[in-house]
């Protein structure tokens, strides 16, 4: 009997993965489970709640919303970050919305109350018309947030009783600490209003298998040494080439010529691969940028070109720089998506600030091609779960064994696991999503 089986009779889990390789459709529309979902799971995660370069300035402030709950960042001095829940302590009204700077303080808009940066109750408008009991202390402060800060971002946690952040969201931390995450700043930021469940929209991106399909630009001819022995290094290196373009267009990138490789096509591998991780290396610490030894990091398995971070994080590290993804439910049927592309700076040349976006829809022609692409499945996706002889999804356990593996946790909070029993179970999902197989995570 596993952990959620004993817990299904206190708090009994709707659709719940009980094989594996089988995912109920309902668990992508059904209200009762969304519901469930936002009551049991996520005010129970570490969410990154904004990039740090947002609020780079004493005062600086930006809102956060998950849901029905909105919390304000606010950078309290020059290192640390505070966060409070977005309700002034007379009649719950926003103190703040969007982003901008309170040096002085916050003033509620409604009435007039004050709070300081550390969320005390700074003035009370007509004081002596409250009843004592109305006016404790304590009780008019903002409400604090859990917040941490790592790799570059402001991370909060609803639940007081939480584990620390670093706990939570291992292995993925030390992978990206080696890549030096923290140094890249945001050259662009993009938002997508997605028609379909939030799990549904990270699933597009958990697995390889559609790739082919998908994406036909990425079916190059000579990328892979043929079988036959037929290997022309030139081809190879075309070819190579011709992948990180494509990959890279919209999503930025830097690619290489002239480079010899010998005739065999495993060493040919190995040559380039490493001719390009010196290349990409010295170009940018001669340039000042903070970037790992990409040799080093492969000699560390450490090179994967994927890291997802649960609930709705993702990474994808590409040489001297990466794509972030983030998803939040809207709805049981739609979802916020948005990517930052990441690049490196010298320091003190960093970018300005990136001002939030305005959400596109997902056939906007600004959306680049190979996330256009992918936005084109998920609303037929969406709308085929509906069709009543569909039942569940059909998954590999070999290939596209990570969607199980992340659900099987939604299922351990959605039972009400503690957070010690949860702890493994993130240990096990907090890697690199592609090509996973099922494995055991202990729900």
């Known amino acids: 009997m596993t952990i959620v089986e004993r817990n299904r009779a ?29 009551e049991r799971l996520w005010p129970r995660v570490w969410q990154m709640a904004c990039r740090l370069e947002e609020i780079p300035h004493a005062g600086d402030f930006v809102e956060y919303e998950i849901l029905d709950q909105s919390i304000v960042m606010v950078r309290a001095d020059d290192t640390s970050v505070r966060a409070f829940q977005n309700a ?7 103190v703040v919305g969007g982003r901008g700077n309170c040096d002085g303080g916050f003033t509620c808009p409604f009435h007039g109350w004050c709070y300081a940066l550390d969320g005390t109750n700074t003035f009370v408008s007509k004081a002596r018309t409250f009843s004592e009991h109305n006016l404790q202390p304590d009780e008019i402060n903002l409400r604090t947030v ?8 402001a991370w909060i ?41 939030w799990k549904l929209a990270e699933e597009a991106f958990m697995e390889q298998y559609h790739v082919i399909e998908t994406h036909p630009q ?53 040559v380039w691969d490493r001719t390009l991780n010196d290349a990409v290396t010295s170009w940018h ?25 649960f609930p709705h994080f993702f990474v994808l590290p590409m040489y001297s720089s990466a794509s972030s993804y983030r998803f939040r439910p809207l709805g049981p049927e739609e979802t916020l998506m948005e990517i930052w592309s990441l690049t490196r700076f010298p320091e003190g040349g960093e970018p300005q600030p990136l001002a939030p976006p305005e959400p596109w829809e997902c056939d906007d022609p600004r959306v680049p091609p190979i996330p256009t692409q992918d936005f084109s499945n998920l609303p037929r996706q969406q709308k085929g779960l509906h069709a009543k002889g569909f039942e569940y999804m059909r998954l590999s356990e070999q290939i596209e064994g990570h969607i199980s593996n992340y659900q099987r946790v939604i299922d351990g909070f959605l039972a009400g696991l503690s957070s010690d029993e949860l702890l493994p179970a993130l240990r096990a999902v907090n890697v690199n999503p592609l090509d996973r197989p099922v494995v055991d995570v202990g729900i």
Not at 88 to 94: A, E, N
Not at 238 to 251: A, I, K, N, R, V
Not at 285 to 305: S, T, W
Request: hydrophobic share 35%; with cysteine; charged share 30%.
């Open 10 to 38: 206190a708090l009994p889990v709707p659709y719940a993965i009980e094989i594996p390789d089988r995912v109920r459709k309902e668990r992508y529309f059904d209200p009762g489970f969304y519901e469930l979902e936002v």
């Open 88 to 94: 002034c302590r007379h009649r719950g009204v926003k």
């Open 146 to 153: 859990r917040c941490e800060l790592w790799g570059g971002c």
């Open 157 to 197: 946690n609803l639940d007081g009783d939480a584990p620390p952040l670093r706990q939570c969201i291992e292995p993925f931390a030390t992978i990206m600490d080696a890549w030096k995450l923290e140094s890249m700043r945001a050259e662009w930021w993009c938002a997508f209003r997605l028609p379909v469940n």
């Open 218 to 270: 990425l079916r190059i001819p000579g990328r892979y040494p043929p079988r036959d022995g037929a290997f022309d290094p030139r081809v190879f290196v075309e070819s190579e080439l011709q992948y990180l373009h494509t990959m890279s267009d919209g999503m930025d990138g830097m690619v290489l010529r002239d480079i010899e490789l010998p005739d065999d096509p495993a060493l040919a591998r190995t």
């Open 285 to 309: 610490r001669a340039e000042g940028h903070d970037l790992p030894d990409l040799d080093e990091l492969a000699a560390q398995g450490l090179n994967e070109p994927m890291a997802y971070c």
